[in-house]
């Protein structure tokens, strides 16, 4: 089974800065990774599909990169409501998510 | 507005059945893939189940296989899971999602519910 590796497990930055998440494949998956953010008490939302596109809807300050078994997501200016979890899915075979990243912005 | 809405969560003791259901408007159901996904209190996302659009194939993960059953009734837009010999490990919020296939691959998933509680205890 592929494993997604999600680091760090959890960051503090501050409004404006610029944030990364990283999730690491235990296998090749060429770009078949998603984005979610998942915020206390609610349902995921997708973010990001095929480790680059921007899903409809979602703010142009995510993004997406990478391919093969190392892939990111950026925050390019972080504003409080982007308060969250995040998780990486791969859809490789069955899909499998990481084990999240909490953000919070102080 | 495309939306999707669970029920049939509660209390249930260990090795008792339950029967999610997951009702669906605002976009044309038949003609996509669905899934159930589960988190576990304070854990989380695990992807649970699977089912095609054309031909009901269906797919599991290894937590689950032969326990859960997920199917489909597109005359009225909506998805189950048959959850059979419940644990405690099974306590989660189940949450169902509309899921697209990308390329050759399988599936991410564009529109979740809000989710249903299963708590199985004694």
């Known amino acids: 089974d592929i494993q997604l590796t999600q680091s760090p497990s959890f960051l503090s930055a501050s409004v404006g800065d610029r944030v990364t998440i990283s999730c690491q494949s235990s296998q090749a998956i060429k770009t078949y990774l998603a984005w979610y953010q998942q915020k206390p008490g609610k349902a995921p939302n997708l973010l990001i599909y095929g480790a680059s596109s921007l899903q409809s809807g979602i703010p142009s300050r995510f993004s997406g990169s990478g391919s093969g078994t190392e892939f990111t997501l950026t925050i390019s200016s972080l504003r409080p409501e982007d308060s969250a979890s995040y998780y990486c899915?791969?859809?490789?075979?069955?899909?499998?998510f990481g084990q999240g990243t909490t953000v919070e912005v102080k | 507005e495309a939306q999707l809405l669970e029920s049939g969560g509660g209390l249930v003791q260990p090795g008792g059945s339950l029967r999610l259901s997951c009702a669906a408007s605002?976009?044309?159901?038949?003609?996509?893939?669905m899934t159930w996904v589960r988190q576990a209190p304070g854990k989380g996302l695990e992807w649970v189940s699977a089912i095609s659009d054309i031909g009901g194939h269906t797919y599991y993960a290894d937590s689950v296989t032969g326990r859960f059953s997920i199917s489909r009734d597109d005359s009225k837009n909506t998805l189950y899971l048959q959850m059979n010999s419940l644990r405690a490990e099974d306590t989660a919020v189940y949450y169902c999602?509309?899921?697209?296939?990308?390329?050759?691959?399988?599936?991410?998933?564009?529109?979740w519910g809000r989710g249903t509680l299963v708590t199985v205890s004694s």
């Open positions: 605002g976009f044309t159901f038949s003609s996509y893939a």
């Open positions: 999602a509309k899921a697209t296939r990308f390329q050759f691959a399988y599936w991410y998933f564009d529109l």
């Open positions: 899915q791969h859809f490789h075979g069955y899909p499998a």
